[in-house]
């Protein structure tokens, strides 16, 4: 296997310029493609906009007051705990649940969401995520359920744990 790398990656990244969160600047290179800052950039903050101007009709009163806490919300309901892993033993694989860690974790949601939202054609990009966002925060969406299916995964493969090393 491959030994872990370590890049500067993590403090070479700027906090985006509106939030100044460096997660949303993270997600933000997640979304962008082919080099293109800017318009991922339009894309994120567009569909910030979108859910500021539904959390102004909003009634609960547990629901987030801004935008940027809809998506934090929605990363802390995205992110896996334990995945299946598939590992070769004496001729036969087995799909091993294993614990997640941090980074992956955030990795996994961030390329969830964007592949929720992605699929979904028709809207302009900024509405879709958007939409998986805010249905995310709340527990429900795309993403939430490839979430909940590599949960329950890692469940029904439980009797094969011992093989974690």
Known sequence: MGGKRFTRAEEQLRPD???????LSRFINCVMQDGKKSVAQRVVYDAFGIIQGRLAKETDPNAPKEAIDVFQRALENVKPFVEVRSKRIGGANYQV???????RQQSLAFRWILEAARG???RPLSQRLADELYGAARGEGKAMT?????????????AFAHFAN
């Open 17 to 23: 310029p509106r939030f100044g969160d460096r997660t």
């Open 97 to 103: 649940p294993m614990q997640v860690n941090r980074k």
């Open 146 to 158: 490839t979430r909940d299916q590599t949960h329950r995964m890692a469940e029904a493969n439980r």
């Open 120 to 122: 979904e054609k028709g």
